[in-house]
């Protein structure tokens, strides 16, 4: 049984970790479409996708 929460506690930090890496990239990719950084280089600088990249910058315009 400890084995198994011990698998889930290393899956959840595992997780957030990841969550935490997008939200750092959003923030930095959101920093560069309002210094009006072409969609590609953004998409290059921060390895997002996109469809991640273009939805942000849609909120940006808006």
């Known amino acids: 049984m400890c084995e198994a929460i011990r698998q889930m506690v290393d899956e959840g930090i595992s997780m957030g970790q990841k969550q935490g890496s997008l939200n750092e990239k959003m923030t930095i990719a959101r920093r ?6 072409p969609e ?7 390895k997002l ?9 849609r909120t940006i315009k808006s």
């Open 49 to 57: 996708t996109k469809q991640e990249v273009e939805e942000l910058s």
């Open 40 to 46: 590609e280089q953004v998409i290059s600088v921060t």
């Open 32 to 37: 560069l479409l309002e210094l009006k950084m």
